[in-house]
């Protein structure tokens, strides 16, 4: 098991991760596997798509935002639950296959961690399992 951090720098942050799974991945030596992406947190999750035209992530973010805004009728005291909701959509892991000793992700895809409250320090956990 591999763990890095990451420092996010606003409220909401969609950070790349790819190239650090993916130095993990190529380090395990592992030819074929599936790797496993996770954040132990309850505010923050992780979002496999497109991060070649960051207007993607933009409309990601403004549809969540739209979809469940930041002040509702909300119990949890708190008062971020915008954000446990919105993690809870996304979810906080995510499996990707490993061939060739690479993540097999499409050409257009990328590897976000994603933080709805930040800023904070996050904690990515990468779980490398072998096997065809
Ligand atoms: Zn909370």
């Given at each position: 098991?591999?763990?890095?951090?990451?420092?996010?720098?606003?409220?909401?942050?969609?950070?790349?991760?790819?190239?650090?799974?993916?130095?993990?991945?190529?380090?395990?030596?592992?030819?074929?596997?599936l790797?496993?992406?996770?954040?132990p947190?309850?505010?923050a999750?992780v979002?496999?798509?497109?991060?070649?035209?960051p207007?993607?992530i933009?409309?990601i973010?403004?549809?969540?935002?739209?979809?469940i805004p930041?002040?509702?009728?909300?119990?949890?005291?708190?008062?971020?639950?915008?954000?446990?909701?919105?993690?809870?959509?996304?979810?906080?892991?995510?499996i990707i296959?490993i061939?060739?000793?690479?993540l097999?992700?499409?050409?257009w895809?990328?590897?976000?961690?994603?933080?709805?409250?930040?800023?904070r320090?996050r904690?990515?956990i990468?779980?490398?399992i072998?096997?065809?």
């Amino acid at each position: 098991m591999a763990t890095f951090k990451v420092k996010t720098t606003k409220h909401t942050s969609f950070v790349n991760i790819t190239n650090q799974v993916r130095e993990i991945v190529r380090n395990s030596r592992v030819n074929s596997g599936l790797c496993i992406v996770y954040v132990p947190h309850t505010t923050a999750c992780v979002l496999i798509n497109e991060g070649a035209d960051p207007d993607v992530i933009r409309d990601i973010a403004y549809s969540l935002e739209k979809l469940i805004p930041w002040k509702d009728n909300y119990a949890h005291s708190e008062g971020n639950s915008a954000a446990h909701i919105r993690s809870a959509i996304i979810g906080n892991s995510r499996i990707i296959p490993i061939e060739n000793g690479d993540l097999l992700l499409g050409t257009w895809e990328s590897i976000f961690l994603v933080d709805f409250d930040g800023p904070r320090e996050r904690k990515v956990i990468v779980k490398i399992i072998e096997g065809k």
